[in-house]
C-alpha cells in the first residue's frame, strides 16, 4: 500500500486490518491515507478492493494465434452478463478491463464482426472481473470473487516471456484451446470460404501440440518439477469453431444447448459425454499428437474436453458474422467454478 499524500509505502497496522479501516501513513509530519495499493512486484496500481473477495479465480487462456481465444473471451463474459437466468453477475475491477471489454463486445454484438488477431508483440494485461453470486445473496451479504483472466500470447508461446509466465504459473486452471481448424487433415475438409473466413493465421504442423509442449515445460521449469512428473493442475481443453465441423458431430450432446446454467450446476455426466466426444473426434482424425502432449504432461482425472463456438455459425464473409449465438461458451467456466465450490456438482 502507498501513501496517497507522500507517496510512501505503508504497512497497516493489525487493528487496521482487523477492523478493515484504510491505514494511515506512520512518516512523521504526514496526514495521508493509504487508499491505493500497488504490487510490490511491477509497481502497477491494483483495485483498491483486490484483497476483500471471498474467492480468487485466476485463469489463462492459451493457444496457437488465431485459435479463437479474444472471441471466446469475450462471448463468454457477453454471455455471463446478458443470458437471463445467469446467477453470477460480472462487472469489470478496473478501467482497462472495462475498455477492452467494451471495445470487442461492441465489434462481436453491435458491428457483427469477429474480434480482429492481437498485433504480434504486444502483450495485454490480464483482465480483472468480479463476480457477484446472487444465489447466495442474503439479506445484507453477497458473496464476490475476483476472476482474473490472461488472454495468452499465441505462437509466442514457444519464447515465454517472463511477465506471461509468470501469469501461466499462477493461473488454477489453464484454459488451453485447441482450433480444429489448425489440424493439417482438418483444413482440406472444410469449406474454402469457412475456412478463409473463419482463420486468420497458417500453421506449422503439430503447432498446437507443440505449443502444448511448451507451456508444459514451462510450468514445470517454474514449480522445479522433473520432465518425468505429470503436472498436478486442472487443464480445460476447450475445441473451439465447432461450427465449422458440426456436420461431422451429427446428434452429439456436444451439439446440442448447455445444460449447466438452467440446472444452477455443473451437469457433470453432460461434461462426461462431451469430454469423449471431443477425445473420440480428435483420435479420430489421427490428432493423437495434441492428445499424446496433453496426456504426458498433465494428470489425467485435472483434465477436461470441452467444445465451444463463440459465433455459433461460420462467419458469413471476410470480417463478417451473421447472428451471434455462442455455443457452450459458458461450460468450462461452470468447471471452475464448480472445482471452487462455488457452484454444485449435479
Ligand atoms: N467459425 C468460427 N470461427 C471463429 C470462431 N471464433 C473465432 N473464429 C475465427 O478465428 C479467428 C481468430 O480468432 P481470435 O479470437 O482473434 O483468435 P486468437 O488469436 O486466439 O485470439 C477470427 O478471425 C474468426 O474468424 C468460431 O466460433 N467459429
Ligand atoms: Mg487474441
Redesign the pocket.
Known sequence: MVCNSCGAPVVPTKAELLLKKTPRCSRTGCTGYASERICSYCNAALPPDIMSYSKYLRFSIL??????????LTTMLHELRHSPDSYLVPSPMDDLTKAMFEENDTIIYSMHE?????PAGSMPPPQLWRLKDKNKMTGIYIPTYSLTIF?GA?EDIEHIDPVVSRYINESKVLVI?I?PLALPGVASTIEED?LN????ADHVNDASAKMVDGIAEYVRNNCGLPPGKLINRDVAVVF?????VKESFGSAVVMKPSPHQAKKGFDKADANAVDAEIRDWLLSRGETSFLDSIDTNFKSNKVRFFG????????TGN?QLGKVMPHRVLDPLYWMLSKEGIIPTV
Open positions: 493457444g496457437i494465434t488465431g485459435s479463437g481465444k479474444t472471441n471466446f469477429p474480434v480482429p488477431a492481437t488472454d499465441g484451446l482450433d469457412i473466413w473463419s482463420t486468420t473451439t469453431k465447432i461450427d465449422a465451444v463456438s463463440s459465433f455459433g455459425q461460420p462467419p470480417s
